[in-house]
């Protein structure tokens, strides 16, 4: 029986690489890999053996005999991705990845150092490219005392098997070469030009960290905020533990229908008890399970078909969530079906075709999905009532009642002390990760970038792999060539440093330790962790860690 890739998918390509019949695509030096919801497997080629789910991350394969009811749907969506043929005839391999992304080969003398500012996927891609190469020391910077950045904040909770990348994080993270300094902030704590006095190069994988914002009248005004934020919030992110998420209204509506919005949407309508299997925060559960919710309106300015979900997504949430559409609305979809010629397109139209049509009688929560709505307005004066549209292309105008008004438009990337930057596009300029001077388009010495800052808020976790290994790619080859400049002070000097101007760094040790305490709550409460929303919690968890074994210093002093 063929393996079967469903919604879990991270898309690092690691079962790529393990395949032995090369039956998984688009691999990472295909065209379509940087935009494909996710990776697909040909029932036709699969040998049935395996080697794809020990390399998975995050357990999103398994044979077809072992999918559950709503599992089921991704049999057809992976044999879709292939073009039919004769029975038994199978396509020829047409990956060439071991030529075009060969490992980067230091064959410079000495060691090689680079920081990595930033620990979510992106950073520990690098970090995990970088420490292949012997002679390689590598120190990841974040400004929180947690690590794993968006997998840890932004993954909805209820999708525990994504966030098990973070297991590949921590092997990597135990790495004797590789440093953590977390709860340091660089641009505050340390510049980027004192970086370099430590380290041939410094890496950003900073992300895109705020939101688009919606420019219409009344936003801003409270009972409005970003679904990025109510995430965050939902996560227990220490800057956000304090959002005022009203749901006292019965309705909630959603501005974008995204993967974002969805995540949200289905986590405001879902049982609290089913949550309180998750690592969700204390507060929001608590908020949850006093909720008056009973609608959550996803609204999107374009029709159907050109919904910005990706069609795992539909299939996961339409399988444990009540959605609906306005008759309206189905008739948009019947029309856009007649005319759509995308097969990925036709395959999400055809699920919202059998979604039920929505009536005044709710039985239990509901995500009612709506097209054609332009915002125009908050309705309400000292607080959101709700918001009124435009239908897209006329001046008629929609009013929805709803306590909070969620936007969710998408991610943007902010500047970088020390860096130029691009307003328009929101990233660092660059070519393949090198950093450019933008007067001049020379790569600036030293400066590299990785992940959404490099390229914009695109892809999914496992997308920061294959971007990450080509920035890391031309680290090497810059370092091969001398054009990278020598550190002024030992490696060893760096601790020191960054302690004398955080106290309150969070180290490898501390992290386990923070990670303990918060494993040892969830198994007391039945739950995967109790997470920490306090920094100030944090770091006296943290500072509380065991000293480690003074030979285990020393040894670890000598790698270094």
């Known amino acids: 029986m063929p393996h079967v890739i469903t919604q879990s998918c991270c898309s690092d390509g690691s079962c790529v690489y393990a395949c032995p019949v090369n039956c998984i695509h688009p691999s990472p030096d295909e065209p379509g890999f940087a935009t494909a919801e996710m990776l697909y497997i040909d029932p036709v080629a699969c040998v049935d053996c395996g080697a794809c789910v020990s390399a998975c991350p995050v357990g999103a394969i398994a044979p077809d005999r072992n999918l559950t009811a709503a599992q089921l749907p991704f049999v057809e969506l992976n044999a879709s991705f292939y073009p039919e043929r004769p029975a038994g005839v199978k396509l020829p391999p047409t990956s060439k990845l071991a030529p075009v992304l060969p490992a980067p080969q230091l064959r410079r003398g000495g060691d090689l150092t680079v920081a990595v500012v930033g620990s979510g996927p992106a950073g520990m891609y690098a970090a995990d490219e970088l420490l292949t190469q012997k002679g390689v020391r590598v120190s990841v910077f974040d400004k929180l005392p947690t690590p794993f950045g968006l997998v840890r904040a932004g993954v909805a909770p209820d999708h525990q098997h994504t966030k098990g990348v973070t297991r590949l994080f921590e092997r990597m993270s135990k790495h004797p070469k590789f440093t953590f300094y977390l709860n340091v902030e660089v641009?505050?704590?340390?510049?980027?030009?004192?970086?370099?006095?430590?380290?041939?190069a410094v890496l950003y994988t900073v992300g895109a960290p705020t939101d688009r914002r919606l420019d219409i009248a009344g936003m801003g005004i409270p009972g409005t905020q970003t679904a990025t934020e109510t995430v965050a919030w939902i996560n227990g992110h220490p800057d956000f533990a304090g959002l005022d998420v009203d749901l006292s209204h019965e309705r909630v509506v959603i501005v974008g229908n995204g993967n974002v919005a969805l995540d949200v949407a289905r986590i405001l309508t879902a049982d609290p008890d089913d949550l309180a299997r998750t690592d969700i925060s204390d507060t929001a559960l608590q908020t949850l399970r006093g909720s008056a919710v009973r609608e959550v309106v996803i609204a999107a300015r374009r029709g159907p078909?050109?919904?910005?979900?990706?069609?795992?997504?539909?299939?996961?949430?339409?399988?444990?969530?009540?959605?609906?559409?306005?008759?309206?609305?189905?008739?948009?979809?019947?029309?856009?079906?007649?005319?759509?010629?995308?097969?990925?397109?036709?395959?999400?139209l055809e699920i919202l075709a059998k979604l039920p049509v929505a009536t005044a009688a709710v039985s239990r929560p509901r995500i009612r999905l709506a097209y054609r709505l332009t915002p125009h307005r908050i309705l309400g004066a000292d607080r959101a009532g709700g918001i009124e549209f435009r239908r897209?292309?006329?001046?008629?105008?929609?009013?929805?009642?709803?306590?909070?008004?969620?936007?969710?438009?998408?991610?943007?990337?902010?500047?970088?002390?020390?860096?130029?930057?691009?307003?328009?596009?929101?990233?660092?300029?660059?070519?393949?990760?090198?950093?450019?001077?933008?007067?001049?388009?020379?790569?600036?010495?030293?400066?590299?970038?990785?992940?959404?800052?490099?390229?914009?808020?695109?892809?999914f976790i496992g997308t920061n792999k294959s971007c990450s290994?080509?920035?890391?790619?031309?680290?090497?080859?810059?370092?091969?060539?001398?054009?990278?400049?020598?550190?002024?002070?030992?490696?060893?000097?760096?601790?020191?440093?960054?302690?004398?101007?955080?106290?309150d760094v969070v180290d490898a040790a501390g992290w386990r330790a923070i990670d303990d305490a918060e494993t040892a709550r969830g198994r007391d409460a039945g739950r995967p962790r109790v997470k920490f929303t306090d920094v100030a919690d944090m770091v006296a968890t943290a500072a509380a860690a065991p000293e480690p074994p003074l030979a285990r210093r020393l040894l670890a002093g000598l790698l270094r």
């Open 187 to 200: 641009g505050q704590h340390i510049s980027h030009e004192e970086l370099l006095q430590y380290h041939h």
């Open 305 to 348: 078909a050109d919904s910005a979900f990706t069609l795992p997504e539909l299939i996961g949430l339409t399988s444990v969530a009540d959605v609906v559409l306005d008759a309206d609305d189905h008739e948009r979809v019947r029309r856009d079906l007649e005319a759509v010629d995308d097969a990925l397109t036709a395959a999400k």
């Open 392 to 459: 897209t292309g006329t001046e008629e105008a929609v009013s929805v009642e709803a306590g909070l008004v969620l936007t969710s438009i998408g991610y943007r990337g902010a500047p970088i002390a020390g860096l130029p930057f691009d307003e328009g596009a929101a990233v660092v300029p660059n070519f393949q990760g090198r950093v450019l001077d933008p007067l001049t388009g020379d790569p600036v010495v030293g400066a590299y970038v990785a992940g959404w800052i490099k390229r914009g808020p695109t892809g």
């Open 469 to 503: 290994m080509q920035t890391v790619a031309h680290l090497v080859d810059d370092f091969n060539a001398g054009v990278l400049t020598d550190p002024v002070d030992r490696p060893t000097a760096l601790d020191r440093f960054v302690r004398a101007r955080q106290p």
